[in-house]
């Protein structure tokens, strides 16, 4: 007799329990989660069928930082099929290379993908879609505009004490009372 799956809230629902509470003490209690060995996963997860129009690439550290290269679908916003390409590592050429299993029809067919401003990203979207309009994502683009905005204040905040001192010395060199 085949049992059909349960879901942890089912389950913890069925036995009277916080289902947000059952999950946490399954997940760092019951699984051994933090003992997994993720040696066997495969270098490269790689889903076609996924991969559309608008598309985003970042990295991202999964597990005792070891970085993963993740390629979404930014039309799926997050939900079944946004998983295009899941890839150990973030050289350049190894993603490249897993990317490119995809048929170079579909990855024409992608219009513009979303990157932060890392060179070895910019890299693969030129290698991989040739096609797409390059995109730096908000979080990046608005962390360099900070930046430059943040020099800026410095800058102009050190003129003004610059200014302020050489007013003093001015007035010292005078005899006139500072305070």
Not at 38 to 60: C, H, Q, W
């Amino acid at each position: 007799m085949e049992t059909e799956p349960v879901s942890i809230n089912e389950l913890a629902k069925r036995n009277k329990l916080n289902g947000s509470t059952f999950k946490k003490q399954y997940k760092e209690n019951l699984s051994n989660f933090r003992e997994w060995e993720l040696d066997s996963i495969t270098e490269a997860l790689v889903y076609p069928k996924n991969f559309g129009p608008r598309m985003s690439i970042d990295e991202t550290s999964l597990h005792n930082g070891e970085l993963y290269t993740i390629v979404t679908n930014k039309d799926a916003r997050g939900k079944k099929g946004a998983l295009a390409a899941l890839i150990k590592g973030t050289r350049a050429n190894v993603v490249s290379k897993a990317i490119s299993t995809v048929p170079i029809g579909i990855r024409m067919k992608v219009e513009e993908i979303t990157l932060d401003l890392a060179n070895n990203m910019e890299w693969i979207c030129r290698e991989c879609f040739p096609n797409a309009v390059l995109t730096a994502d908000r979080f990046h683009f608005q962390q360099v505009v900070s930046e430059g905005v943040q020099e800026m204040r410095i800058k102009l905040r050190r003129k003004a004490i610059d200014e302020e001192n050489l007013k003093m010395m001015i007035k010292r060199s005078l005899g006139v009372d500072l305070w």
